[in-house]
Protein backbone atom coordinates (compact mmCIF):
# COMPACT_ATOMS: atom_id res chain seq x y z
CA UNK A 1 0.00 0.00 0.00
CA UNK A 2 1.13 3.66 -1.10
CA UNK A 3 1.38 5.89 1.92
CA UNK A 4 -1.43 8.66 1.87
CA UNK A 5 -0.46 12.05 0.99
CA UNK A 6 -0.12 13.97 4.40
CA UNK A 7 -0.94 17.77 4.21
CA UNK A 8 0.45 19.24 7.27
CA UNK A 9 -1.22 22.45 8.76
CA UNK A 10 0.76 24.24 10.77
CA UNK A 11 -1.40 26.32 13.29
CA UNK A 12 -5.10 26.08 14.56
CA UNK A 13 -6.21 29.24 14.59
CA UNK A 14 -8.58 31.17 11.90
CA UNK A 15 -6.50 30.31 9.06
CA UNK A 16 -5.57 27.02 9.71
CA UNK A 17 -8.83 26.05 11.25
CA UNK A 18 -10.70 26.84 8.02
CA UNK A 19 -8.26 25.67 6.02
CA UNK A 20 -8.40 22.70 7.61
CA UNK A 21 -11.93 22.15 7.56
CA UNK A 22 -12.38 23.44 3.98
CA UNK A 23 -9.85 20.69 3.17
CA UNK A 24 -11.98 18.26 4.45
CA UNK A 25 -15.17 19.08 2.68
CA UNK A 26 -12.65 19.74 -0.46
CA UNK A 27 -11.14 15.96 -0.16
CA UNK A 28 -13.93 14.21 0.91
CA UNK A 29 -13.18 11.18 -1.32
CA UNK A 30 -9.53 11.25 -0.57
CA UNK A 31 -9.92 11.15 2.80
CA UNK A 32 -12.75 8.39 3.37
CA UNK A 33 -10.23 6.05 0.40
CA UNK A 34 -7.21 6.57 3.22
CA UNK A 35 -4.95 8.53 -0.24
CA UNK A 36 -5.04 11.78 1.64
CA UNK A 37 -4.27 12.60 5.49
CA UNK A 38 -5.02 16.32 7.22
CA UNK A 39 -2.59 16.54 10.06
CA UNK A 40 -3.26 19.98 12.48
CA UNK A 41 -0.76 20.89 14.63
CA UNK A 42 -1.81 23.36 17.37
CA UNK A 43 -0.87 24.65 20.77
CA UNK A 44 -4.37 24.55 21.77
CA UNK A 45 -7.00 22.23 21.01
CA UNK A 46 -9.29 25.56 20.04
CA UNK A 47 -9.57 28.26 18.00
CA UNK A 48 -10.02 31.98 19.22
CA UNK A 49 -12.68 34.21 17.57
CA UNK A 50 -10.27 37.41 18.86
CA UNK A 51 -12.74 39.81 17.58
CA UNK A 52 -14.87 38.53 20.38
CA UNK A 53 -12.46 38.80 23.08
CA UNK A 54 -13.51 42.62 24.08
CA UNK A 55 -16.96 41.00 24.74
CA UNK A 56 -15.86 38.34 26.53
CA UNK A 57 -13.50 40.51 28.98
CA UNK A 58 -16.91 42.64 29.53
CA UNK A 59 -18.90 39.98 30.47
CA UNK A 60 -21.15 40.14 27.69
CA UNK A 61 -20.20 36.62 26.09
CA UNK A 62 -19.06 33.48 27.91
CA UNK A 63 -15.96 32.86 27.23
CA UNK A 64 -16.22 28.91 25.74
CA UNK A 65 -18.69 30.20 23.07
CA UNK A 66 -15.42 32.74 22.10
CA UNK A 67 -13.74 29.37 21.00
CA UNK A 68 -14.18 26.50 18.82
CA UNK A 69 -13.10 23.21 20.09
CA UNK A 70 -11.20 21.81 17.16
CA UNK A 71 -11.74 18.15 17.42
CA UNK A 72 -15.27 18.51 16.74
CA UNK A 73 -15.24 20.97 14.23
CA UNK A 74 -12.39 18.98 12.32
CA UNK A 75 -13.39 15.30 13.32
CA UNK A 76 -11.35 14.08 9.70
CA UNK A 77 -8.36 15.53 10.64
CA UNK A 78 -5.82 14.62 13.03
CA UNK A 79 -5.08 17.34 15.48
CA UNK A 80 -1.48 16.85 17.54
CA UNK A 81 -1.50 19.63 20.37
CA UNK A 82 1.87 21.03 20.17
CA UNK A 83 4.16 23.32 18.60
CA UNK A 84 6.36 23.52 14.91
CA UNK A 85 9.99 24.08 15.73
CA UNK A 86 11.44 24.23 12.47
CA UNK A 87 10.54 23.29 9.22
CA UNK A 88 12.88 21.81 6.36
CA UNK A 89 10.89 22.40 3.25
CA UNK A 90 13.57 20.92 1.22
CA UNK A 91 13.49 17.65 3.03
CA UNK A 92 9.59 17.85 3.82
CA UNK A 93 10.24 17.56 7.11
CA UNK A 94 8.74 19.62 10.51
CA UNK A 95 10.68 19.58 13.96
CA UNK A 96 7.69 19.51 16.25
CA UNK A 97 7.11 19.20 20.61
CA UNK A 98 3.99 17.66 22.09
CA UNK A 99 1.98 17.08 25.34
CA UNK A 100 3.42 13.60 25.13
CA UNK A 101 7.37 14.10 24.06
CA UNK A 102 7.56 17.18 27.06
CA UNK A 103 5.95 14.68 29.84
CA UNK A 104 8.70 11.96 28.42
CA UNK A 105 11.21 14.04 28.20
CA UNK A 106 12.07 12.70 24.97
CA UNK A 107 12.59 15.87 22.90
CA UNK A 108 11.27 16.97 19.63
CA UNK A 109 9.98 14.72 16.93
CA UNK A 110 9.95 14.98 12.97
CA UNK A 111 7.55 14.72 11.11
CA UNK A 112 7.00 14.50 7.18
CA UNK A 113 4.34 15.79 5.09
CA UNK A 114 3.58 16.34 1.21
CA UNK A 115 1.92 19.35 1.25
CA UNK A 116 2.64 22.83 3.92
CA UNK A 117 0.13 24.84 4.79
CA UNK A 118 1.65 27.25 7.72
CA UNK A 119 -0.48 29.27 9.51
CA UNK A 120 0.80 29.85 13.25
CA UNK A 121 -0.50 33.39 12.99
CA UNK A 122 0.89 36.20 14.95
CA UNK A 123 2.10 36.92 18.34
CA UNK A 124 2.12 40.13 20.29
CA UNK A 125 4.83 43.50 19.29
CA UNK A 126 6.23 44.18 22.03
CA UNK A 127 9.20 47.08 22.56
CA UNK A 128 11.87 47.07 24.93
CA UNK A 129 9.96 49.49 27.52
CA UNK A 130 11.10 48.99 30.84
CA UNK A 131 8.76 47.31 33.30
CA UNK A 132 6.87 45.99 30.33
CA UNK A 133 7.61 42.43 30.73
CA UNK A 134 7.09 42.69 34.89
CA UNK A 135 3.78 44.94 34.98
CA UNK A 136 1.71 44.81 31.41
CA UNK A 137 -0.97 42.22 30.19
CA UNK A 138 -1.59 41.66 26.32
CA UNK A 139 -5.01 41.32 24.62
CA UNK A 140 -4.83 38.33 22.42
CA UNK A 141 -5.87 35.47 24.23
CA UNK A 142 -9.07 34.39 26.11
CA UNK A 143 -6.99 33.96 28.96
CA UNK A 144 -5.81 37.36 28.74
CA UNK A 145 -9.35 38.58 28.22
CA UNK A 146 -10.87 36.98 31.28
CA UNK A 147 -7.72 37.45 33.10
CA UNK A 148 -7.96 41.31 32.28
CA UNK A 149 -11.75 41.12 33.53
CA UNK A 150 -11.10 39.33 36.68
CA UNK A 151 -8.05 42.35 37.42
CA UNK A 152 -10.15 44.90 36.73
CA UNK A 153 -12.56 44.41 39.19
CA UNK A 154 -10.73 43.21 41.78
CA UNK A 155 -8.93 46.23 41.34
CA UNK A 156 -12.32 47.75 42.22
CA UNK A 157 -12.44 45.95 45.26
CA UNK A 158 -8.80 46.98 46.31
CA UNK A 159 -9.81 50.66 46.00
CA UNK A 160 -13.44 50.37 47.95
CA UNK A 161 -11.57 48.95 51.29
CA UNK A 162 -8.44 50.84 51.16
CA UNK A 163 -7.64 53.79 53.62
CA UNK A 164 -4.58 54.42 50.98
CA UNK A 165 -5.58 57.46 48.90
CA UNK A 166 -2.16 56.54 46.89
CA UNK A 167 -3.00 52.84 46.44
CA UNK A 168 -6.43 53.59 45.70
CA UNK A 169 -5.92 56.03 42.77
CA UNK A 170 -3.00 53.51 41.24
CA UNK A 171 -6.26 50.80 41.60
CA UNK A 172 -8.78 53.33 39.47
CA UNK A 173 -6.25 54.04 37.04
CA UNK A 174 -6.02 51.88 33.84
CA UNK A 175 -3.56 52.46 30.83
CA UNK A 176 -4.28 51.36 27.31
CA UNK A 177 -1.24 50.91 24.65
CA UNK A 178 -2.42 50.95 21.23
CA UNK A 179 -5.41 52.14 19.02
CA UNK A 180 -6.05 49.74 16.88
CA UNK A 181 -9.21 47.48 17.09
CA UNK A 182 -7.54 45.64 20.13
CA UNK A 183 -6.56 48.19 22.33
CA UNK A 184 -9.97 50.77 21.52
CA UNK A 185 -12.65 47.93 21.98
CA UNK A 186 -10.92 46.12 24.59
CA UNK A 187 -10.96 49.83 26.80
CA UNK A 188 -14.26 50.58 25.23
CA UNK A 189 -16.04 47.45 26.25
CA UNK A 190 -14.67 47.31 30.01
CA UNK A 191 -15.23 50.85 30.65
CA UNK A 192 -18.44 50.07 29.93
CA UNK A 193 -18.45 47.16 31.96
CA UNK A 194 -16.65 48.92 35.21
CA UNK A 195 -18.87 51.90 35.06
CA UNK A 196 -21.92 49.54 35.27
CA UNK A 197 -19.72 47.92 38.31
CA UNK A 198 -19.22 51.16 40.41
CA UNK A 199 -23.06 51.49 41.02
CA UNK A 200 -22.73 48.29 43.59
CA UNK A 201 -19.66 49.77 45.44
CA UNK A 202 -20.52 52.47 47.80
CA UNK A 203 -17.79 54.43 47.78
CA UNK A 204 -16.70 54.05 43.81
CA UNK A 205 -18.18 56.54 41.47
CA UNK A 206 -17.85 56.24 37.84
CA UNK A 207 -15.88 59.52 37.61
CA UNK A 208 -13.32 57.93 39.94
CA UNK A 209 -11.87 55.69 37.03
CA UNK A 210 -9.58 56.53 35.05
CA UNK A 211 -8.97 55.41 31.48
CA UNK A 212 -5.98 56.63 29.44
CA UNK A 213 -5.64 55.30 26.01
CA UNK A 214 -2.23 55.93 24.79
CA UNK A 215 -1.12 55.94 21.02
CA UNK A 216 2.09 56.80 18.84
CA UNK A 217 0.64 57.59 15.61
CA UNK A 218 -2.19 60.92 15.19
CA UNK A 219 -5.14 59.25 15.02
CA UNK A 220 -6.89 55.53 16.04
CA UNK A 221 -8.79 52.91 14.45
CA UNK A 222 -7.43 53.94 10.86
CA UNK A 223 -9.06 51.06 9.19
CA UNK A 224 -12.51 53.13 9.24
CA UNK A 225 -11.30 56.08 7.93
CA UNK A 226 -10.27 59.36 9.62
CA UNK A 227 -13.82 60.88 10.03
CA UNK A 228 -14.92 58.03 11.90
CA UNK A 229 -11.65 58.14 13.79
CA UNK A 230 -11.92 60.99 14.60
CA UNK A 231 -15.57 60.68 15.67
CA UNK A 232 -14.24 57.91 18.04
CA UNK A 233 -12.22 60.01 19.74
CA UNK A 234 -14.37 62.36 20.39
CA UNK A 235 -17.13 59.64 22.23
CA UNK A 236 -14.37 58.13 23.98
CA UNK A 237 -13.02 61.88 25.28
CA UNK A 238 -17.21 62.31 26.30
CA UNK A 239 -17.24 59.46 28.16
CA UNK A 240 -14.24 60.78 30.01
CA UNK A 241 -11.59 58.83 28.68
CA UNK A 242 -8.36 60.08 28.51
CA UNK A 243 -7.04 59.83 24.64
CA UNK A 244 -3.36 60.70 24.14
CA UNK A 245 -2.30 60.57 20.77
CA UNK A 246 0.97 61.05 19.31
CA UNK A 247 2.23 59.72 22.55
CA UNK A 248 4.24 56.13 23.93
CA UNK A 249 4.85 54.52 26.82
CA UNK A 250 8.18 55.42 27.90
CA UNK A 251 8.02 53.21 31.19
CA UNK A 252 6.09 51.31 33.80
CA UNK A 253 8.70 50.40 36.11
CA UNK A 254 7.31 50.29 39.58
CA UNK A 255 3.97 50.25 38.93
CA UNK A 256 4.27 53.91 37.22
CA UNK A 257 3.79 54.32 33.59
CA UNK A 258 5.66 57.27 32.32
CA UNK A 259 4.77 58.46 28.59
CA UNK A 260 7.02 60.60 26.31
CA UNK A 261 4.88 63.85 26.76
CA UNK A 262 6.44 63.67 30.65
CA UNK A 263 2.92 62.60 32.34
CA UNK A 264 2.98 59.77 34.70
CA UNK A 265 0.22 57.77 35.80
CA UNK A 266 0.91 55.55 39.26
CA UNK A 267 -1.33 52.31 37.64
CA UNK A 268 -1.95 48.77 38.40
CA UNK A 269 -3.36 47.89 35.08
CA UNK A 270 -1.17 48.55 31.63
CA UNK A 271 -2.72 46.52 28.68
CA UNK A 272 -0.47 46.46 25.77
CA UNK A 273 -2.33 46.39 22.62
CA UNK A 274 0.23 48.15 20.39
CA UNK A 275 0.50 45.69 17.22
CA UNK A 276 1.77 42.21 16.31
CA UNK A 277 4.71 40.46 14.42
CA UNK A 278 4.62 37.06 12.53
CA UNK A 279 4.75 34.33 14.89
CA UNK A 280 8.97 33.06 15.58
CA UNK A 281 8.72 29.73 13.58
CA UNK A 282 8.70 31.68 10.17
CA UNK A 283 12.46 32.37 11.28
CA UNK A 284 13.08 28.67 11.12
CA UNK A 285 12.41 27.86 8.35
CA UNK A 286 13.84 27.64 4.88
CA UNK A 287 10.80 29.56 3.26
CA UNK A 288 11.69 32.97 1.64
CA UNK A 289 10.48 36.18 4.05
CA UNK A 290 9.92 39.55 3.54
CA UNK A 291 11.46 42.49 5.52
CA UNK A 292 8.43 42.18 8.31
CA UNK A 293 9.24 38.77 8.75
CA UNK A 294 6.25 37.69 6.72
CA UNK A 295 6.16 34.49 3.80
CA UNK A 296 6.44 35.79 0.65
CA UNK A 297 3.63 34.42 -1.30
CA UNK A 298 1.87 34.79 -5.05
CA UNK A 299 -1.53 35.63 -5.87
CA UNK A 300 -2.23 31.39 -5.51
CA UNK A 301 -1.33 31.34 -2.12
CA UNK A 302 2.02 29.73 -2.70
CA UNK A 303 4.81 30.75 -1.18
CA UNK A 304 7.10 32.19 -3.93
CA UNK A 305 9.37 30.37 -5.65
CA UNK A 306 8.72 27.24 -3.57
CA UNK A 307 6.30 24.38 -4.37
CA UNK A 308 3.90 22.32 -2.54
CA UNK A 309 3.84 25.29 0.22
CA UNK A 310 1.17 27.41 1.18
CA UNK A 311 -0.01 30.29 3.47
CA UNK A 312 -2.64 32.88 4.11
CA UNK A 313 -3.48 35.28 6.60
CA UNK A 314 -1.14 37.08 9.50
CA UNK A 315 1.99 35.32 8.55
CA UNK A 316 1.76 35.64 4.89
CA UNK A 317 2.53 38.66 2.40
CA UNK A 318 -0.49 38.20 0.11
CA UNK A 319 -0.34 40.24 -3.35
CA UNK A 320 -3.67 42.79 -3.34
CA UNK A 321 -4.71 41.89 -7.41
CA UNK A 322 -7.36 44.18 -6.92
CA UNK A 323 -4.96 47.55 -5.69
CA UNK A 324 -4.68 50.42 -8.09
CA UNK A 325 -1.00 50.37 -6.97
CA UNK A 326 1.85 48.27 -8.01
CA UNK A 327 3.19 46.22 -4.92
CA UNK A 328 0.22 46.49 -3.00
CA UNK A 329 -0.42 43.76 -0.31
CA UNK A 330 -3.69 42.36 1.24
CA UNK A 331 -4.40 44.15 4.95
CA UNK A 332 -3.52 41.19 7.78
CA UNK A 333 -6.89 41.50 8.92
CA UNK A 334 -9.65 38.64 9.69
CA UNK A 335 -12.28 40.05 6.36
CA UNK A 336 -9.02 38.68 4.14
CA UNK A 337 -7.96 35.50 6.00
CA UNK A 338 -11.24 33.82 5.99
CA UNK A 339 -11.77 34.80 2.32
CA UNK A 340 -7.90 33.32 1.47
CA UNK A 341 -8.72 30.26 3.27
CA UNK A 342 -11.91 29.27 0.98
CA UNK A 343 -9.03 29.82 -1.83
CA UNK A 344 -5.89 28.70 -0.25
CA UNK A 345 -8.24 24.95 0.45
CA UNK A 346 -9.51 25.06 -3.46
CA UNK A 347 -5.88 25.23 -4.39
CA UNK A 348 -4.59 22.55 -2.38
CA UNK A 349 -7.11 20.16 -3.29
CA UNK A 350 -6.37 21.64 -6.88
CA UNK A 351 -2.73 20.81 -6.97
CA UNK A 352 -3.43 17.40 -5.66
CA UNK A 353 -5.43 16.65 -8.29
CA UNK A 354 -3.07 18.28 -11.28
CA UNK A 355 -5.46 21.51 -12.03
CA UNK A 356 -5.10 24.99 -12.40
CA UNK A 357 -4.96 27.16 -9.16
CA UNK A 358 -7.01 30.27 -8.78
CA UNK A 359 -6.03 33.61 -7.74
CA UNK A 360 -7.07 35.13 -4.18
CA UNK A 361 -9.13 38.38 -5.43
CA UNK A 362 -11.09 40.46 -2.98
CA UNK A 363 -11.24 44.00 -2.52
CA UNK A 364 -11.62 45.31 0.79
CA UNK A 365 -15.36 46.28 1.82
CA UNK A 366 -14.59 48.14 5.05
CA UNK A 367 -13.70 48.00 8.44
CA UNK A 368 -16.60 48.10 12.08
CA UNK A 369 -15.65 48.86 15.58
CA UNK A 370 -17.63 48.51 18.79
CA UNK A 371 -16.95 51.33 21.41
CA UNK A 372 -18.91 49.78 23.99
CA UNK A 373 -22.50 48.79 24.34
CA UNK A 374 -24.70 50.21 21.59
CA UNK A 375 -22.22 52.32 20.19
CA UNK A 376 -19.32 51.89 17.27
CA UNK A 377 -18.05 53.58 14.51
CA UNK A 378 -18.48 51.84 10.20
CA UNK A 379 -16.81 52.28 6.70
CA UNK A 380 -18.51 49.97 5.20
CA UNK A 381 -18.28 49.97 0.97
CA UNK A 382 -17.80 53.84 1.28
CA UNK A 383 -21.15 54.50 3.82
CA UNK A 384 -20.11 55.93 7.14
CA UNK A 385 -21.95 55.21 10.01
CA UNK A 386 -21.51 55.36 13.92
CA UNK A 387 -23.82 55.02 17.33
CA UNK A 388 -26.17 51.96 17.31
CA UNK A 389 -26.50 51.24 13.43
CA UNK A 390 -22.25 50.61 14.02
CA UNK A 391 -22.60 48.81 16.79
CA UNK A 392 -25.69 46.81 15.40
CA UNK A 393 -23.72 46.61 12.35
CA UNK A 394 -20.79 45.21 14.01
CA UNK A 395 -22.26 42.79 15.98
CA UNK A 396 -24.31 41.29 13.12
CA UNK A 397 -21.00 40.88 10.86
CA UNK A 398 -19.48 38.97 13.31
CA UNK A 399 -22.21 36.81 14.14
CA UNK A 400 -22.02 35.67 10.38
CA UNK A 401 -18.13 35.42 10.90
CA UNK A 402 -18.14 33.02 13.95
CA UNK A 403 -17.03 29.63 12.89
CA UNK A 404 -20.55 27.19 13.35
CA UNK A 405 -23.83 27.31 13.31
CA UNK A 406 -23.30 26.16 17.31
CA UNK A 407 -21.33 29.08 18.14
CA UNK A 408 -23.64 31.47 16.33
CA UNK A 409 -27.02 30.27 18.15
CA UNK A 410 -24.82 30.41 21.64
CA UNK A 411 -23.70 33.52 20.87
CA UNK A 412 -27.53 35.47 19.68
CA UNK A 413 -28.76 33.56 22.76
CA UNK A 414 -26.48 35.43 25.11
CA UNK A 415 -26.61 38.79 23.38
CA UNK A 416 -30.68 38.29 23.98
CA UNK A 417 -30.26 37.11 27.57
CA UNK A 418 -27.81 39.94 28.51
CA UNK A 419 -30.39 42.76 27.01
CA UNK A 420 -33.15 41.29 29.60
CA UNK A 421 -31.02 40.76 32.38
CA UNK A 422 -28.50 42.91 34.33
CA UNK A 423 -24.79 42.49 33.60
CA UNK A 424 -23.22 39.93 35.62
CA UNK A 425 -19.96 41.67 37.61
CA UNK A 426 -18.18 38.33 39.48
CA UNK A 427 -14.48 38.19 39.72
CA UNK A 428 -13.27 34.53 39.22
CA UNK A 429 -9.54 35.42 39.58
CA UNK A 430 -9.47 31.95 41.95
CA UNK A 431 -9.55 30.33 38.06
CA UNK A 432 -5.90 31.21 37.20
CA UNK A 433 -4.54 29.20 40.49
CA UNK A 434 -6.82 26.52 40.99
CA UNK A 435 -5.19 24.52 43.36
CA UNK A 436 -4.28 27.39 45.82
CA UNK A 437 -7.06 26.85 48.54
CA UNK A 438 -6.71 22.92 48.26
CA UNK A 439 -2.89 23.70 48.95
CA UNK A 440 -3.69 25.61 51.92
CA UNK A 441 -5.67 22.87 53.61
CA UNK A 442 -3.15 20.15 52.72
CA UNK A 443 -0.03 22.07 54.16
CA UNK A 444 1.33 20.96 57.22
CA UNK A 445 -0.05 22.87 60.44
CA UNK A 446 2.41 25.94 61.26
CA UNK A 447 4.27 24.73 64.58
CA UNK A 448 2.87 26.31 67.91
CA UNK A 449 4.66 28.23 69.79
CA UNK A 450 5.67 28.23 73.63
CA UNK A 451 6.64 25.72 76.19
CA UNK A 452 6.74 21.84 75.78
CA UNK A 453 4.64 19.91 77.94
CA UNK A 454 6.61 18.77 80.81
Not at 93 to 106: H, I, K, N
Not at 210 to 232: C, D, F, H, Q
Not at 293 to 310: P, Y
Request: glycine share 8%; charged share 25%.
Amino acid sequence: MTEPARILVVGGGYVGMYTALRLQRQLKAELRSGSVEIVVVTPEPYMTYQPFLPEAAAGSISPRHVVVPLRRVLDKCRITIGEVHAVDHAKRTATLSTLATEEEGSGNIELTYDELVIAPGSISRTLPVPGLADYAIGFKTVEEAIGLRNHVIEQMDIASSTRDPGLRDAALTFVFVGGGYAGVEALAELEDMARYTARYYHNIKPEDLKWVLVEASNRILPEVGEKMGTYAIRELRGRNIDVRLETRLDSCEDRVAVLSDGSRFPTRTVVWTAGVKPAPVLASTDLPLDDRGRLRCTAHLTVDGVEHAWAAGDAAAVPDVTADVDGAECAPNAQHAVRQTKVLAENVAASLRGQPLKEYAHKYAGSVASLGLHKGVAHVYGRKLKGYPAWFMHRAYHLSRVPTFNRKARVLAEWTLSGLFKREIVSLGSLEHPRAEFELAAAPPPPKNGPKPG
